[in-house]
């Protein structure tokens, strides 16, 4: 069975705690991606990994942290610097960045008490 | 800023209808994507449509693409209530691979 996890689904944090949100494929993909979404908006793009043990910053990196170890996983960490966390991270992969369709993960909800 | 953004916000419709929404994009592209979210959950793919094609269909969606117009839009049929979801466009900004997604449009279609 195919396909890139999230784990866990509802994530509750106090402030000023680090919180690791788990991404795992088995697609086979290069290139895998963190998003934030914010309530009635678009994707914003954290970070994103052309392959293992390679990242890059997306648009709004500052205060999130991530390893890519392995091919299929790329963990994300929520650091205490992110001034507001509560978000849905969303985490994609696709076979090579330079490939047009992206693959969602379920979603992981934080928020912070 | 946003490479592409959706129009309208909202759209409520009653089964059967048509939906059209829209997006609008600002540099050039080599391609433009539409996707799917059902509430509090992950994006699904629909359809990409490539700079050097006007239109494709797949199944109930129609999408079209005026690059003169920087715009693409997308048409769902005789929706029925299982369409109601969130739909984003989606496209790299000139000279990157990464897309960039729009705010979305909220589709309802009641019963």
């Known amino acids: 069975d195919g396909g890139i996890t999230q784990s866990p689904k509802y994530l509750f944090r106090k402030e000023g705690q680090n919180v690791t949100l788990s991404c795992e494929q088995n697609?086979?993909?290069?290139?895998m991606y963190w998003y934030r979404q914010d309530p009635g908006q678009g994707l914003r793009l954290i970070y994103y990994?052309?392959?293992?043990?390679?990242?890059q910053k997306g648009d709004i990196a500052e205060g999130y942290s991530v390893s890519r170890e392995k091919k299929e996983s790329f963990p994300l960490t929520v650091t205490s610097a992110q001034k507001n966390p509560t978000a849905f991270y969303l985490c994609?992969?696709?076979?090579?960045?330079?490939?047009?369709?992206?693959?969602f993960g379920p979603g992981t909800r934080l928020t912070v008490l | 800023s946003q490479q592409g953004e959706e129009d309208p916000q909202a759209l409520s419709i009653q089964e059967g209808e048509n939906a059209t929404m829209n997006c609008s994009y600002k540099t050039s592209i080599n391609n433009l994507q539409w996707y799917r979210q059902n509430s509090g959950r992950g994006l699904v793919h629909l359809i990409l449509i490539r700079s050097n094609e006007r239109e494709k269909h797949s199944g109930r969606l129609r999408v079209t693409l005026d690059t003169s117009k920087k715009s693409s839009s997308l048409l769902i049929t005789a929706s029925r209530a299982a369409d109601t979801a969130s739909y984003f466009c989606a496209t790299p900004p000139g000279g990157s691979y990464i897309p960039t997604f729009g705010r979305g449009t909220s589709l309802i279609v009641h019963p």
């Open positions: 697609l086979n993909h290069d290139a």
């Open positions: 990994s052309q392959i293992v043990n390679d990242f």
């Open positions: 994609a992969s696709s076979i090579k960045v330079s490939t047009d369709t992206q693959y």
